[in-house]
Each structure stands twice: as structure tokens, then as C-alpha cells.
């Protein structure tokens, strides 16, 4: 069984940054595309962003083009979101995901195998 633990969640001001980690026990990460979503209150879970297994490939939602990138470090088993320019609207639990067809980098919750906790992000002044 495969366990996804995110961190690195926070408080943060508007404009500021925080960088998010799913490190992965129990299988390698290597064969799987990894997906974040956000779940805001009140409000559905959206995708933000993912990436194939090599990391050759990656798609975002456009509210975070140019602000969030999403990597992978497969040798360490985990994957990263690096969140810059935060704003108030992307105050949400952050959760990663995995998809065993790990050569495509879909946004639909559904493909997604096995989903982390979650980590709460808020962005406050």
C-alpha cells in the first residue's frame, strides 16, 4: 500500500512563497505521474498542476501558470510544488496524488490512484 505524506504547508502574507513536498512510502514514486489539487472552503477540490514520471511533461491550471511549478526528485521519492506570489484566493488543504499510468499528466481526480492528507496553506496579511 502506498502512503503519500504532503508538507511544508504554512501561513503566509500575499506575495510570499512556500514549496510543498509528497514524499512517498511503500513504492517508488518513478512510475507514476504526481498531481496536486487544492480544496478551498466551501468549494469543490480543483487540480493545480502534474507531471509525468520522467518529469517531461507537466500541465498547470491556468490561475497558477507562471506563480506555481511542480517538480519531481524521483531519487528521493517525492514531489514537489513551489508556490510564489501567493494570494489570499489560494488559501486551501493542498493534497498530492498519484496515477499509475505515469505518462500522462491528467486533472481529472478520478485517474488519480492514492491521495496524501493533505496540508492546510493560508495566505493572510
Known amino acids: 500500500q502506498v502512503q503519500l505524506v504532503e508538507s511544508g504547508g504554512g501561513l503566509v502574507q500575499p506575495g510570499g512563497s512556500l514549496r510543498l513536498s509528497c514524499a512517498a512510502s511503500?513504492?517508488?514514486?518513478?512510475?507514476?505521474?504526481i498531481g496536486w489539487f487544492r480544496q478551498a472552503p466551501g468549494k469543490e477540490r480543483e487540480f493545480i498542476a502534474s507531471?509525468?514520471?520522467?518529469?517531461?511533461?507537466?500541465y498547470y491550471t491556468d490561475s497558477v501558470k507562471g506563480r506555481f511549478t511542480i517538480s519531481r526528485d524521483n531519487a528521493k521519492n517525492t514531489g514537489y510544488l513551489q508556490m510564489n506570489n501567493l494570494k489570499p484566493e489560494d488559501t486551501a488543504v493542498y493534497y498530492c496524488a498519484i496515477d499509475r499510468i505515469g505518462t500522462r499528466t491528467t486533472q481529472k481526480e478520478n485517474l488519480y490512484d492514492y491521495w496524501g492528507q493533505g496540508t492546510q496553506v493560508t495566505v493572510s496579511s
Open positions: 507531471i509525468n514520471r520522467s518529469g517531461g511533461s507537466t
Open positions: 511503500g513504492r517508488t514514486l518513478s512510475s507514476y505521474t
